[in-house]
């Protein structure tokens, strides 16, 4: 059975940074897509971040520049480095793992930035 947890959210002054994890078990790592989501109060959930098997990345507008994502095939954990956070970053981060067309995602992890 496939598992995603997330750890790694808190609570942050703008400006700041943060780094989330996401750890997977019951799943070929190496060969997944990985991504990263967020979904603030009100909002629809969105795109933040994706990291293929071969390593190419893909972030949304709002991010770019200030957010990079990673993995490490060998720890099954891939990361969302978060730098110069803004108010608007607050939101639930959700991992995402696209395995052979199927979507897994973990619970979720709170990030909160305070201005």
């Known amino acids: 059975q496939v598992q995603l947890v997330e750890s790694g959210g808190g609570l942050v002054q703008a400006g700041g940074s943060l780094r989330l994890s996401c750890t997977a078990s019951?799943?070929?790592?190496?060969?997944?897509?990985m991504g990263w989501y967020r979904q603030a109060p009100g909002k629809q959930r969105e795109l933040v971040a994706t990291?293929?098997?071969?390593?190419?990345?893909n972030y949304a507008d709002s991010v770019k520049g200030r957010f990079t994502i990673s993995r490490d095939n060998a720890k099954n954990t891939g990361y969302l480095q978060m730098n110069s956070l803004k108010p608007e970053d607050t939101a639930i981060y959700y991992c995402?793992?696209?395995?052979?067309?199927?979507?897994?995602w973990g619970q979720g992890t709170q990030v909160t930035v305070s201005s």
């Open positions: 990291i293929t098997s071969g390593g190419m990345t």
């Open positions: 995402n793992a696209n395995y052979y067309g199927g979507h897994y």
């Open positions: 019951g799943i070929i790592f190496r060969l997944i897509v």
